[in-house]
């Protein structure tokens, strides 16, 4: 069984960065797909970006493409989101979920293993 707990988030200026991480416990990590999603209130669950089981492929939301990647370190059983030029639109509660496949897409149904959660919040 797979346990996923991320980490990293805070309350930072518009422009500013940070960077989560998703740290999994269990066995075969380097055999899930990962994947970033946020949720705002009031608003559905999206997806912000994922990555295949060696880092070799990745994928963005385009409200992030530019601005976020996504990497990860399998000796670690980590997964890194990398936020930069932050705007107030990204201010929700980031997930971190897997998928037991090589590459999973932007799709919240694909994913079975969910962390709990990390605020992000940008304000000035």
């Known amino acids: 069984q797979l346990q996923l707990v991320e980490s990293g988030g805070a309350s930072v200026q518009p422009g500013g960065s940070l960077r989560l991480s998703c740290v999994g416990s269990g066995p075969n990590f380097d055999w899930y797909a990962i994947g970033w999603f946020r949720q705002a209130p009031g608003r559905e669950r999206e997806a912000v970006s994922c990555i295949s089981t060696t880092g070799h492929m990745t994928e963005y939301a385009d409200s992030v493409d530019g601005r976020f990647t996504i990497s990860r370190d399998n000796a670690k059983n980590t997964v890194y989101l990398e936020m930069n030029g932050l705007k107030p639109e990204d201010t929700a509660t980031y997930y971190c979920?897997?998928?037991?496949?090589?590459?999973?897409?932007?799709?919240?149904?694909?994913?079975?293993?969910w962390g709990q959660g990390t605020q992000v919040t940008v304000s000035s």
């Open positions: 979920a897997a998928d037991e496949t090589v590459m999973a897409g932007l799709y919240v149904e694909e994913y079975g293993y």
